[in-house]
């Protein structure tokens, strides 16, 4: 069964850094293009970028360049995203979503509450 | 970068009733994904390809159309269909959603 398990809320205080970790289960990690999807409170969904976990190739949506940093280790199966310089902007929930070509599976969410 | 313009934004249906969504997409796009999303939980893939169910879909639910104009059609709205529904292009990155469609039982 494919999984995709996140970690828990984060808090992070302006100007700071969070990262967020989604590990892969069920299925060959370095097969499928890991996704990130951002959503604010109340709001839709919006593509933040995606990682190729098997040559570590990125692609990111213009807003988000200076914003978030996909990575992923292949050794654990886990991708990860790091928002730095945190805003209250930045206070959303955060998915990673796995694609072959549509976003098939998706992990619960992680939320960032950014909170001086 | 294609913006994806969903309607309604929202829309109330009694169980029984036919429900259409649609998404105009500012450029042609090849295909057309939806994804389901009940509060609090994640998205779903619910149609890809344009047309084709995914897994566990109930044939209720069905998806159409070509380059600029896709839609979502429920034939028989139940009580379980209430939910946002978001439209998806993956054509050219960045890959953009639209705006969402809240379906509430009436």
Known sequence: EVQLQQSGPEVGRPGSSVKISCKASGYTFTDYVMNWVKQSPGQGLEWIGWIDPEYGSTDYAEKFKKKATLTADTSSSTAYIQLSSLTSEDTATYFCARSGAPFDYWGQGVMVTVSS | E?????????????????????????????????????????????????????????????????????????????????????????????LTFGSGTKLEIK
């Open chain 2, 2 to 94: 294609i913006v994806l313009t969903q309607s309604p934004t929202t829309i109330a249906a009694s169980p029984g009733e036919k429900v259409t969504i649609t998404c105009r997409a500012s450029s042609s796009v090849s295909y057309m994904y939806w994804y389901q999303q009940k509060s609090g939980a994640s998205p779903k893939l619910w149609i890809y390809d344009t047309s084709k169910l995914a897994s566990g879909v109930p044939n209720r639910f069905s998806g159409s159309g070509s380059g600029t104009s896709y839609s979502l059609t429920i034939n028989t709205m139940e009580t379980e269909d209430a939910a946002t529904y978001y439209c998806q292009q993956w054509s050219s990155t960045p």
